[in-house]
T-cell receptor, first 115, second 117 residues
Framework: EPEVTQTPSHQVTQMGQEVILRCVPI?????FYWYRQILGQKVEFLVS????????KSEIFDDQFSVERPDGSNFTLKIRSTKLEDSAMYFC?????????????FGSGTRLTVV | KQEVTQIPAALSVPEGENLVLNCSFT??????LQWFRQDPGKGLTSLLL?????REQTSGRLNASLDKSSGRSTLYIAASQPGDSATYLC????????????????FGKGTHLIIQP
């Protein structure tokens, strides 16, 4: 079964450093998403991406965050200057069709720890 | 702002029991509602999706219902098994002004379910 692959599975970084979280969505999917889950809290929507541009973003997704699809397979989330409160599990997801919601496939997540 | 609440936060039952997980949402203008399963160290697996015009969906031992007007959904698990142990998340996709759906899902905090062998 096709999978969404996220790397690394766990990343530890110093406060103020830049991090890039990587995702390989399912190859024929067209819509890509990042969500995060702070330990013990809800899964929260960050951003959606379609046709090489941001489709929608939440209020969490401020100027410190950016997304990119640098080639035909990778989808990245960059945090420019990490803060302690950025520590969370970050999930990538992709879907072929936006509105039905079917075909949402989530990756296993990257646990980001900011120290 | 949409808020999704799940009750109970945790549940432990013996194998074989039928059980019900509850989800409520504050804004009934949703596009659809999904139930996900989250296993430790793994991503989210979509279990059932109910469109706003539907009342229920079934998949195997799982049945999800939706009462949009009252802002409630339930996930019914029949004949529970130890392999059902996981966290179950409810998520809504909100409608937008054009009649389509917003991109992001709003999640509840989940129900942590343990099925005792």
């Amino acid at each position: 079964e096709p999978e969404v692959t996220q790397t690394p599975s766990h990343q530890v970084t110093q406060m103020g450093q830049e991090v890039i979280l990587r995702c390989v969505p399912i190859s024929n999917h067209l819509y890509f998403y990042w969500y995060r889950q702070i330990l013990g809290q809800k899964v929260e929507f960050l951003v959606s991406f379609y046709n090489n541009e941001i489709s929608e973003k939440s209020e969490i997704f401020d100027d410190q965050f950016s997304v990119e699809r640098p080639d035909g397979s990778n989808f990245t989330l960059k945090i420019r200057s990490t803060k302690l409160e950025d520590s969370a599990m970050y999930f990538c997801a992709s879907t072929l069709v936006r509105l039905t919601g079917y075909g949402y496939t989530f990756g296993s997540g990257t646990r980001l720890t900011v120290v | 702002k949409q808020e999704v609440t799940q009750i109970p936060a945790a549940l432990s039952v013996p194998e074989g029991e039928n059980l019900v997980l509850n989800c409520s949402f504050t804004d009934s203008a949703i596009y659809n509602l999904q139930w996900f399963r989250q296993d430790p160290g793994k991503g989210l697996t979509s279990l059932l999706l109910i469109q706003s015009s539907q009342r229920e969906q079934t998949s195997g031992r799982l049945n999800a219902s939706l009462d949009k007007s009252s802002g409630r959904s339930t996930l019914y698990i029949a004949a529970s098994q130890p392999g059902d142990s996981a966290t179950y998340l409810c998520a809504v996709k909100e409608g937008d002004r054009s009649g389509g759906g917003a991109d992001g899902l709003t999640f509840g905090k989940g129900t942590h379910l343990i099925i005792q062998p």
